[in-house]
C-alpha cells in the first residue's frame, strides 16, 4: 500500500463522513475516540511480519477521510483476528470489530481480494470451502459411511440474493 | 567586631569514622581554641544545653546542621562533606577545616532587630473580571483594599473604590508604600502596604498573520457566537473549519479547553468538517480529558503539527495552503482551510510595559513583570511587596488565577504581619561616601538614604550585591562579612601545599554549597578550599585577588542557573563581573582561564564533581612549567 500511496495525501479531497460510516457499523462505533498512541501497533503479530500492516496507520486514514484507498486495500484482509489489538486499547477502539465492518464495507464497494474470490468461487462450485474429492468419498466408504454430497444450488441462490459476486480485486 | 568565646565539640565516632584516632586528633585540635574549650562528644543528644551561655559560639565537628536546643551561635561541620576536597594527610586537612571554622564561628554576628508594622491596606490596580475577582479575594481574607482602576466597584465591604486614569509611581518600601495615582492630570498619593498589579486582558493571534478573509482570532469566533450571531458559513456543507492551536509553544490548557468547546459547538450547530491542529494536546486542567474524549467522539479531527506550527502558504487564489507531516499516516497532509482560527495570547497591555518601567520592576522575555522562576510564589516581582497576578502576568484561566490569588495571599500574610526582623545590612557610616551605587545597582530597590544608605529589611533579599560593589567597602552582610570570608580562606590556605593544584571555590551556599553535600569523591586527589557566599552576586574583586595572593592556582566562582536564583540576578551580576576580575588578572600577568564560572543546582552533586575535575585539570596543565615568556 505504501508504494503506490501520494507522499502527499490532500485532505481536501478526502471524505470527512467516512470515519462517521464506519462509526454507525456495529463493533466500529468507538473508532473515532482513537488518540493515536500506538498501542495496537506495538503489539500486533501480523505488523512483526508485515510493518505495513500498522492498525494505528489503517484508523488514521479512516479518520481523515481516505475511504478508497483504506477499502481497496489489500491489508484489511492480513488481520489474524487474534484480538490482541482490542484487548491492548486503552480507548476501547475495538480494532478488530473495526476491521470486521472495514471487510464488509470493502466488499460492499465491491473491492475483492484474491483469496475471497478463490472462497467465493468454491462456495459457489462445491456449496464448501473445502471440495469433497472422490477420495474422501471412499475412504468413508470403507468405514461404512455415506457419502458426502455437494450442494452448490443453495449457495449460489444465496450469493446471488446477496449480490455477492466473485471478481478480482484491483 | 568582637570575637566571642569559641567551644569545640567534637565527635569521637565521627574522627574514628575517618580513620582518625580521637584521642591524638581532639589534643590536636584542642590547640586551636582556648584551653579547656574542647569537648569530645559521643552522643549528641547527651549534651546538655544548660552548659553553654547564649553568648557562646560552637564549632560541631561532626554534623551537617545546628544542634537542636544549643545556642544561637553555631557553625556545624561535617569533615565528610569537606574534607574529601582537600589534598595532603588527613590530620592537616581536618586541623585545617575545623581552623577555619573556629575563625568564622569566632566572628559569628548577631545583626540589630528591629520591630516593623506593616501598613496592611493593599492596593489593587486593574480594570474588568479579574481584577474584581482578586479584589474581592483579597478583601474576604482580611485586608482593607484601595481598588484602583477606570471603572473599580465598591460593592465589597472592606473595599474602597479609587476611581482614576493610571497608576503613576511607588515609592517607598513593603509594609509602606506610597502609591501615586493619575485622574487625567491631577496626582493624589495614597498609602499601603503592598501593591498588587493585575491590569487588564490583551490579547494576540499567535502567529504575526493580520487577520482577514479566511482567518480569524479564536476571540473573535467566540465574541461572536457569544452574541449569538451563527457564522453565515453554518450551513456550507464540508465547510473546513480548522483550529490552529498553541503555534510556536503548546497551547496552554485553558486556551486548549477553548478551542475544544468553540470546535464542539461549531460540529453540532454548523455543517462544517472541524480540524484540531496542536503541536501537543495537554489534557491537564479541570474537565479537560472528558472534553478532548467527547470532541474525539463528536468527530472533531485531530492534527499533530510539528512545535513551530504547521507550514502556512498563500496560494495564487490568495487562499491558505496548510502543509505538514504527519507521523501516524507517514506521510505529509496537505489542506486548505475556508476558515482558520488562531489561537490568541494574552499579551503585555501596553499600560502594563510602561508601568513596569516606571516602577523599576523586571520583565521576562514574555514582557510581564513576575519572573519565571519557581524558587518564587505567581506573581512574584523583584520588588518586594509589589505582585503582578492575572493579566499582569499573562493569565487568563480563572482556575489559574485562583491560585496565583492563593499564592498572593500568603505572600501579603507574611509581609503583612507585625514581627521583628534582623538588618540584613551592616552600614559603615564612616567610609560611605554617599555615592549610592548601592542604590542604584539594588535590583531590588530595598535600599534607600537619609545622610547615609540604608537597606530596608523587608525588600532586602540579602544578595550583597551592593556590598560587592561599593567603592568604599563600606557595606558588609552580617553573616558573610569580608572578615569572616578572608579568616575562613586564610585558615585553608595554610596548610603546606600539595601536588594537586590549589583551587578556591566560591559557592553559592544555596546551590553549590548543598550540591558539594552530595556530591562523589572526585577521582583524583583535588585540593578544593570551599568558601560559601550568600549569593554568586557576592563576588568581588576583593575576593578573587586574596585568593590568589593566598596562593590559590585557580578561583571557581559558583553561581545558580539563571532564573533558578533566590536573589533574580546574582548569576548575571557576577557573570558580568567576570569579564573585569579576568582582565585585573590578565593585567597582573595571570592567565585569566585561572578564574573559572559555573552554575550548579543544589541536586547537582555529580555535576559538581565533572566541573570541579575539568577545572583542576584545566589548572594542572597551566601549572605546567610554561615555555619562556608566556604568562603563567
Known amino acids: 500500500m505504501t508504494e503506490d ?7 481536501d479531497r478526502a471524505d470527512p463522513d467516512f470515519k462517521d460510516d464506519v462509526a454507525r457499523r456495529p463493533g466500529a462505533e468507538k473508532i473515532r475516540l482513537c488518540y493515536a498512541c500506538g498501542a495496537c501497533s506495538a503489539r500486533c503479530p501480523v505488523g512483526d511480519i508485515d510493518p505495513d500492516f500498522d492498525p494505528r496507520r489503517l484508523i488514521r486514514m479512516v479518520i481523515l477521510g481516505m475511504r478508497d484507498q483504506v477499502l481497496s486495500s489489500p491489508l484489511l484482509w492480513y488481520c489474524a483476528t487474534c484480538f490482541t489489538c482490542q484487548e491492548t486499547c486503552p480507548e476501547g477502539v475495538n480494532f478488530t470489530e473495526v476491521l470486521f465492518a472495514l471487510k464488509n464495507m470493502a466488499v460492499e464497494a465491491g473491492y475483492f ?9 468454491l462456495l459457489k462450485n462445491h456449496g464448501r470451502l473445502y471440495e469433497i474429492t472422490d477420495f474422501e468419498n471412499q475412504n468413508r466408504g470403507k468405514y461404512g459411511l455415506p457419502e458426502l454430497p455437494e450442494r452448490p444450488d443453495d449457495f449460489k441462490t444465496l450469493l446471488e440474493q446477496l449480490k455477492i459476486e466473485p471478481r478480482e480485486a484491483d | 567586631m568582637t570575637e566571642a568565646k569559641v567551644i569545640l565539640l567534637a565527635s569521637r565516632p565521627h574522627l574514628a569514622g575517618l580513620g582518625l584516632d580521637p584521642e591524638d586528633m581532639g589534643r590536636e585540635l584542642g590547640n586551636l581554641v582556648n584551653p579547656g574549650q574542647i569537648r569530645m562528644v559521643d552522643d549528641w543528644t547527651s549534651l546538655d544545653a544548660g552548659a553553654f551561655s547564649p553568648e557562646d559560639r560552637l564549632v560541631l565537628v561532626g554534623r551537617s546542621d545546628p544542634w537542636p536546643g544549643g545556642p544561637p551561635g553555631q557553625w556545624p561541620l561535617n569533615l565528610n562533606v569537606e574534607a574529601p576536597w582537600l589534598a595532603g594527610p588527613l590530620n592537616e586537612r581536618v586541623s585545617a577545616l575545623v581552623r577555619a571554622a573556629v575563625a568564622e564561628a569566632a566572628r559569628l554576628e548577631t545583626p540589630p532587630a528591629r520591630l516593623v508594622e506593616p501598613d496592611r491596606t493593599v ?9 474584581g475577582r482578586v479584589v474581592e479575594r483579597i478583601a474576604k481574607a482580611g485586608f482593607p483594599v484601595l481598588w484602583a482602576g477606570r471603572r473599580p466597584g465598591n460593592q465589597v465591604p472592606g473595599v474602597t473604590a479609587l476611581p482614576c486614569s493610571g497608576l503613576r509611581a511607588v515609592e517607598g518600601f513593603p509594609g509602606r508604600f506610597t502609591v501615586w495615582l493619575d485622574d487625567n492630570g491631577h496626582w493624589t498619593d495614597k498609602a499601603a502596604g503592598a501593591v498588587v498589579l493585575c491590569g487588564r486582558l490583551t490579547r494576540r493571534a499567535g502567529l504575526e498573520f493580520e487577520t482577514g478573509p479566511g482567518l480569524i482570532s479564536l476571540s473573535t469566533l467566540e465574541d461572536g457566537w457569544e452574541r449569538e450571531q451563527k457564522p453565515d458559513w453554518a450551513e456550507e456543507p464540508g465547510f473546513r473549519l480548522v483550529f490552529l492551536a498553541g503555534a510556536g509553544r503548546p497551547p496552554t490548557p485553558h486556551g486548549l479547553g ?3 468547546s468553540l470546535a464542539l459547538r461549531a460540529r453540532r450547530e454548523t455543517k462544517a468538517v472541524v480540524y484540531v491542529l496542536a503541536p501537543q494536546i495537554q489534557v491537564a486542567g479541570p474537565g479537560l480529558e472528558r472534553l478532548s474524549g467527547r470532541a474525539r467522539q463528536a468527530g472533531l479531527v485531530f492534527l499533530r503539527t510539528p512545535l513551530q506550527g504547521p507550514d502556512l502558504t498563500v496560494m495564487e487564489n490568495g487562499r491558505l495552503r496548510i502543509t505538514m507531516p504527519d507521523l501516524v499516516a507517514r506521510a505529509d497532509l496537505s489542506l486548505t482551510p475556508d476558515l482558520l482560527v488562531l489561537e490568541d495570547e494574552v499579551i503585555p497591555d501596553p499600560e502594563l510595559t510602561d508601568l ?8 521576562g522575555n514574555d514582557g510581564f513583570p513576575s519572573p519565571d522562576n519557581v524558587l518564587f510564589p505567581a506573581g512574584t516581582t523583584n520588588r518586594a511587596g509589589i505582585l503582578a497576578i492575572g493579566p499582569a502576568r499573562g493569565t487568563d484561566a480563572p482556575e489559574i488565577l485562583d491560585r496565583e490569588i492563593l499564592a498572593g495571599l500568603d505572600v501579603l500574610q507574611e509581609l503583612l504581619t507585625d514581627r521583628t526582623v ?3 545590612l551592616i552600614v559603615d557610616r564612616g567610609r560611605c561616601t554617599l555615592c549610592l551605587t548601592c542604590v542604584r545597582i539594588c535590583p531590588h530597590q530595598a535600599l534607600s538614604f537619609t545622610n547615609r544608605p540604608w537597606a ?5 533579599s540579602a544578595c550583597g550585591l551592593c556590598v560587592a560593589e561599593c567603592p568604599m567597602d563600606a557595606l558588609q552582610l552580617p553573616d558573610h562579612t569580608d572578615g569572616r570570608v578572608k579568616a575562613r580562606l586564610a585558615a585553608l590556605l595554610a596548610r603546606p601545599r600539595t601536588e594537586a593544584p590549589r583551587l578556591v571555590m566560591y559557592g553559592c551556599r544555596r546551590s553549590a554549597a548543598r550540591a558539594m553535600r552530595i556530591a562523589p569523591r572526585p577521582d583524583e586527589p583535588v585540593d578544593l578550599a570551599f568558601i560559601p557566599l550568600p549569593c554568586a552576586g557576592r563576588i568581588e574583586a576583593d575576593l578573587v585577588l586574596t585568593a590568589f595572593l593566598g596562593g590559590a592556582d585557580g578561583v571557581l566562582i559558583a553561581a545558580c542557573h539563571d532564573h533558578n536564583c533566590r536573589t533574580q540576578q546574582g548569576g548575571p551580576e557576577a557573570r558580568r563581573r567576570m569579564g573585569y576580575h579576568q582582565d585585573l588578572l590578565a593585567e597582573s600577568g595571570f592567565r585569566p582561564e585561572r578564574l573559572g564560572y559555573i552554575t550548579l543546582a543544589p541536586n547537582m552533586g555529580r555535576e559538581f564533581t565533572e566541573l570541579v575535575t575539568q577545572f583542576h585539570r584545566a589548572v594542572r596543565d597551566l601549572n605546567q612549567p610554561p615555555a619562556s615568556g608566556d604568562p603563567t
Open chain 1, 5 to 11: 500511496q501520494p507522499r502527499t495525501w490532500d485532505l
Open chain 2, 456 to 460: 530596608d529589611p523587608l525588600a532586602c
Open chain 2, 258 to 260: 477553548r478551542i475544544l
Open chain 1, 113 to 121: 481480494p484474491p483469496a475471497m474470490s478463490a472462497q467465493t468461487e
Open chain 2, 123 to 131: 492596593l489593587v490596580w486593574g480594570d474588568g473580571l479579574e481584577a
Open chain 2, 422 to 424: 534582623e538588618d540584613r
Open chain 2, 356 to 363: 513596569a518601567a516606571a516602577l523599576g520592576l523586571t520583565v
